[in-house]
């Protein structure tokens, strides 16, 4: 059974919970990520999983999408994002109509309940949580009590390092997955005791000093405005901009704004959208009037959503915010 979870925390995280629970079912889990710039939906990537030969497929914080993933290899999709749109031939599972929207690391672990004994494991499904939704979700009644004596400062430490391995131009997803599977508990992150732990943790806190010069080299970069929008770009091989796009909504609410990064891969220009408003940054996106967008445009979340597209194109989106 492939597992095919995101790259960040929540996906990390349900792809560990997946991992274990199928361990503990006498499955055989096969862990496949997506590299930089895919995930399950991109030809690259589904190339990758047909070659594998599995009898089926998990796929995990990826996002919806019309069309089938793997043909003719039974899928289950777990998620939370948009979902205007839904695979084909799979069961889909999704909270993103079910407010408040839980993470797809929580709602990995209430499915597996039913199957597995996974209570060992809710720090996990904590972990995935707070990663997407910051210390104050709105779970804790759910998780709290299966999480007993585990600290806030562990976990957010354990967060951390887990994004970093992503974030970091190095992007080493493999490296966070290997340390969720390894540890008992975000204080194994946090604060390791076993050398193999303590080797592979120490590659995460370089990931995450990286990711942090990064932050600090375009932090004060003067944005540019036109009427609502905000607009910060540079080049970074570090995934940065959706960092910097948290850190200014606020700043400059109630603008919208939108961080383009030109370095994060090769011919594209890479771009996050946030605003400390209610505005649904979807709707905007979609309400440009650009008709097809090539590359990844306006998926996501209505208050967290960005994208990846070609130069010419990103050109196309500055004109209809008003970027002359």
């Not at 709105?138 to 970093?164: C, M, Q, W, Y």
């Not at 995450?208 to 932050?215: D, I, L, M, P, T």
């Not at 600090?216 to 570090?238: E, H, Q």
Request: with cysteine.
């Amino acid at each position: 059974m492939i597992v095919a979870p995101d790259k960040d925390a929540d996906g990390l995280g349900s792809g560990a919970l997946m991992i274990r629970a199928l361990e503990r079912l006498g499955a055989v889990p096969i862990s496949a990520l997506p590299g930089k710039g895919e995930h399950v939906h991109t030809p690259t990537m589904q190339a990758r999983l047909c070659e594998i030969g599995a009898d089926g497929l998990v796929v995990l914080d990826m996002g919806s999408r019309a069309g089938p993933i793997v043909e003719g290899l039974p899928t289950i999709v777990i998620d939370h994002h948009d979902a205007r749109e839904t695979p084909d031939a799979a069961i889909y599972v999704s909270s993103a109509e079910s407010e408040p929207v839980a993470p797809t690391g929580l709602l990995t672990f209430l499915l597996l309940q039913s199957i597995a004994n996974v209570d060992d494991l809710a720090w996990l499904a904590l972990l995935a949580t707070v990663g997407d939704l910051g210390a104050d979700h709105p779970f804790s009644d759910e998780l709290a009590p299966l999480t007993p004596g585990v600290r806030k400062t562990h976990v957010a430490k354990a967060v951390s390092l887990i994004n970093a391995a992503r974030r970091s131009a190095s992007y080493q997803p493999e490296l966070a997955l290997r340390v969720l599977l390894a540890a008992e508990g975000p204080q194994d992150i946090a604060r390791p005791t076993k050398a193999d732990l303590q080797c592979a943790v120490a590659e995460l806190e370089a990931c995450r000093a990286e990711v942090n010069a990064e932050v600090d080299r375009v932090a004060r970069l003067p944005p540019k405005i036109a009427k609502n929008v905000a607009l910060i770009r540079f080049s970074s091989g570090a995934q940065i901009h959706p960092l910097i796009a948290t850190r200014w909504a606020t700043r400059l609410a109630p603008k919208i704004v939108l961080v383009a990064n030109d370095g994060y891969l090769p011919g594209r220009v890479n771009f996050a959208m946030r605003s400390a408003s209610q505005t649904d940054l979807l709707a905007y996106l979609r309400g440009l009037g650009l008709g097809d967008v090539e590359g990844e445009f306006a998926n996501g979340h209505s208050r967290a959503t960005g994208g990846s597209v070609p130069p010419r194109e990103f050109e196309r989106v500055l004109a209809a915010m008003g970027f002359a």
